[in-house]
C-alpha cells in the first residue's frame, strides 16, 4: 500500500503540470488582459470580461507590442509606457519563460501578488477560505447525515408508500436549482415579503467580536442557515437516489440471502454486510461533490448572499484579468482534488479489505 501511496503521489506532478501547461496555452488566445485593462481603465472605461484585442488571438501575452496596434484604445499613450506596464506585468517575457517561473514558484507555494488588488495572492486566499470551507464542509455533512439514512431507509421499503412519497420530494428538490431556492428563501425567510428570520448576507454579524463564545457560534450557524439549506438541496437529491439504489443492488445479491438463511438480524444484515459494500459508490462521488462544494456549487449561493469566499473570487479574477490569482486557484483547486482522490481510494481500502490497490497494479 506504501508503494501504490508514493505512486499516486508522483503522478500527480504530471498532472499538476498537464493541467496548468493547457490552461496556460489556452490563456494566450484568450482576448483581453491586464495591460488592456489598465488601458481602458485611463482611457475612462473598464474594459473588464467584455475587452478584445485587435490583431488576432496572441493578446497580451505577446513578447512585444505597440501602443499604436497591439492594444486598443492605446492611442495617445506613449509606448514606453505601454512597456512599463508589460514588464509590470511579466509579458515582456517569453511565455515560456513565464510559464516555467510559474511552476517553479507554485512548487514552493509562491503565488505572487495579485494585478489589481497590490497584495499577496496566498492572503486573497487565506482571507476567503473560512467562508467556503463553511459553505463545503457544513453542506456535504448536512446532505451526507440526511440523504445516506433516507436513502437506506427508501431501499428497505422499496415500493412501498414511503419509497413514493419520498421519491416526489427528492426528485423535485434534484430539479429545483440551488439559486432559484435561495431566492426562494430570502422571499420567505430573509425580510423579502414574509419572514424577517435570518441574515440576508454575511457570515457573521457587525457586533460578532462583542459576542460570547455560545453567541458567536450561534451567529455564525444563524448566519449559515439559508445558504447551507440551499446549497444542499441538490447534492441532498443525488445522494439519496445513489445511496438508494447501490443499497438495493446489494440487497438482491445472494449474499444477503445466505447471511438471513443464517439467521442474522436485519440490522445485522443491512449494516454489518450491506452497508460495507453499498458505501463504495458514495464514497466514490465524495471527491467531486467535495471540490464542487468549494467552488462551483458555492458561486451563485456566495454571491446571491454576499459570502465573500473562494468562487467568488476566482470568478471575479477571471472577469478582472487578475492571472495570479486565476491559476493560483486552479493549481490548489486541482491539487486539492488529487489529494481527495487519494483519500477516496485509501478510504475504499479501509472500508472493504478485500480491496487491494497494489495488487491490481502488479
Known sequence: MIGYILRRLLLMIPTILGIMLISFVLVQFAPGGPVERVIAQLQGADAGATSRISGGGGGDFASSASADSSYRGAQGLDPEFIKQLEAQFGFDRPASERFLKMIWDYARFDFGKSYFRDTPVVDLI????????????????????????LGVAKAVRDGTRFDAWTSVVVIVGYAIPGFLFAILLIVLFAGGSFFQIFPLRGLTSDNWAQLSLGGKVADYFWHLVLPITSMALGAFATSTLLTRNSFLDEIRKQYVLTARMKGLTERRVLYGHVFR??????????????????????????????????????????????????????????????????????????????????????
Not at 470551507?133 to 439514512?149: E, H, T
Not at 458514495?282 to 468562487?311: C, Q
Request: net charge negative.
Open 126 to 149: 487565506r482571507e476567503k477560505l473560512p467562508v467556503s470551507i463553511s459553505l463545503g464542509l457544513w453542506m456535504l455533512l448536512l446532505s451526507y447525515a440526511v440523504s445516506i439514512p
Open 277 to 362: 459494500n453499498a458505501m463504495l459508490i458514495v464514497i466514490a462521488g465524495l471527491p467531486g461533490a467535495f471540490i464542487g462544494a468549494f467552488f462551483a456549487g458555492s458561486l451563485l449561493i456566495e454571491t446571491i448572499f454576499s459570502l465573500d469566499g473562494l468562487g467568488l473570487l476566482s470568478f471575479e479574477s477571471i472577469i478582472n484579468r487578475d492571472y495570479p490569482t486565476v491559476f493560483a486557484s486552479l493549481y490548489i483547486f486541482s491539487l486539492l482534488g488529487l489529494v481527495v482522490n487519494l483519500i477516496s481510494d485509501l478510504t475504499y481500502a479501509w472500508i472493504d479489505p478485500r480491496i487491494d490497490f497494489a495488487a491490481r497494479e502488479a
